[in-house]
């Protein structure tokens, strides 16, 4: 299921919390649902989400595969450390480096169905888009947009955690993604859902970054503990 740049959008600014700071980790950091409902404070770093474990079903284990195991980098714009930051005030009582970013009022993991019955297909229904939309339709949008956006094979694969191709050897083993190229794909997604109309250059993010340092450009995340 692949939306519109613009009904993209409207589900983002349409969507309750927490669920729309988890499709924007879905969307932006290509994660899983399952990986970012596993995300614990201490890996949340300065520019960058560490990515080695996932939740179902409130059972934890590591990453599927050793390319899922990776770090996804921050957008130049913020908004990816702006829905962090949201989690970090909403979440008061769970701020220790193991406690979940995600957690509910137990400080478990939160119940990925209710999200996805409660909010995402609810907003979805609002806004008259195909009821097929899921968690999973909004990492299949990251791909799409790092293809249209002329991101490199290597780095939407390591973005997506996804293993090698094996037609390639050559291009597996001694083709290395360089960061700030990741950095820039991320940040082109970033702006193609948050353009304006017309091209127009001005960008205007869904959840304003007043409170960030800098705008939330350049910014350095700091752990709080």
Do not use: C
């Not at 990515?51 to 913020?78: C, I, L, N, Q, W």
């Not at 297909?121 to 002329?150: C, I, N, Q, Y």
């Not at 037609?167 to 304006?196: N, P, Q």
Request: net charge positive; no cysteine; proline share 4%.
């Amino acid at each position: 299921m692949l939306l519109p740049l613009a009904d993209i959008r409207r589900m983002i600014d349409d969507l309750q919390e927490p669920t729309r700071s988890i499709v924007i980790l879905i969307i932006f950091a290509s994660m899983r649902v399952g990986e970012a409902l596993a995300v614990r404070w201490k890996g949340t770093l300065r520019d960058r989400i560490v990515v080695d474990e996932r939740v179902y079903d409130d059972e934890f284990d590591e990453v599927k595969t050793a390319a899922g195991k990776r770090e996804v980098p921050f957008d130049r714009h913020g908004v990816i450390l702006a829905a962090l930051q949201r989690m970090w005030k909403r979440n008061t009582k769970f701020r220790k480096p193991d406690d979940l970013v995600f957690a509910n009022r137990k400080g478990d993991a939160l119940d990925r169905h209710n999200l996805l019955n409660r909010h995402i297909k609810k907003t979805a229904a609002k806004l008259g888009l195909p009821k097929e939309v899921d968690f999973r339709s909004f990492r299949t949008m990251h791909a799409s947009l790092m293809r249209r956006l002329g991101a490199r094979l290597e780095v939407a694969r390591d973005n997506m955690g996804h293993a090698g191709s094996t037609g390639s050897i050559t291009l597996d083993v001694y083709s290395k993604t360089w960061w700030d190229e990741g950095v820039d794909a991320v940040t082109r997604v970033v702006e193609a859902v948050f353009a304006e109309p017309e091209g127009k250059e001005k960008m205007v993010i869904a959840t304003p970054l007043k409170d960030l340092p800098n705008g939330g450009n350049g910014v350095e995340w700091e752990p709080f503990w």
